[in-house]
């Protein structure tokens, strides 16, 4: 299984962003999604999930009510619409594919990543 991100860059403070994750050699159905965000000198920290069959999402309290995942089966492609944007949104993020149950956010419980894409919110 492959994970490809991308849509990162830069924006302004308040602006938008909408992250992309395709995945091939496997099928997104097959798996729970998530995003993780990692900023230089901190800890990689959890972002959003949807989860395996339910669909069900959930946020890490630094995003709830401005980011939003989704995910598009028939395209095997995964979204991350990022709005109202931060410079404390600033980070590599990556997506990742987790099996063996509906949904987690513990990055230990997800077995394939992405390369990761540049998020940059500044002036």
């Known amino acids: 299984v492959q994970l490809q991100a991308s849509g990162g860059g830069l924006v302004q403070p308040g602006g938008s962003l909408r992250l992309s994750c395709a995945v091939s050699?496997?099928?997104?159905?097959?798996?729970?999604m998530g995003w993780f965000r990692q900023a230089p000198g901190k800890e990689r920290e959890f972002v959003a999930v949807?989860?395996?069959?339910?669909?069900?999402?959930y946020y890490g309290d630094s995003v709830k009510g401005r980011f939003t995942i989704s995910r598009d089966n028939a395209k095997n492609t995964v979204h991350l619409q990022m709005n109202s944007l931060k410079p404390d949104d600033s980070a590599i993020y990556y997506c990742?594919?987790?099996?063996?149950?509906?949904?987690?956010?513990?990055?230990?419980?997800?077995?394939?990543w992405g390369q990761g894409t540049q998020v940059t919110v500044s002036s």
């Open positions: 949807i989860g395996w069959i339910t669909d069900a999402t």
């Open positions: 050699r496997g099928t997104l159905s097959s798996f729970f």
């Open positions: 990742a594919a987790g099996v063996g149950t509906y949904w987690s956010v513990s990055p230990g419980m997800y077995a394939y």
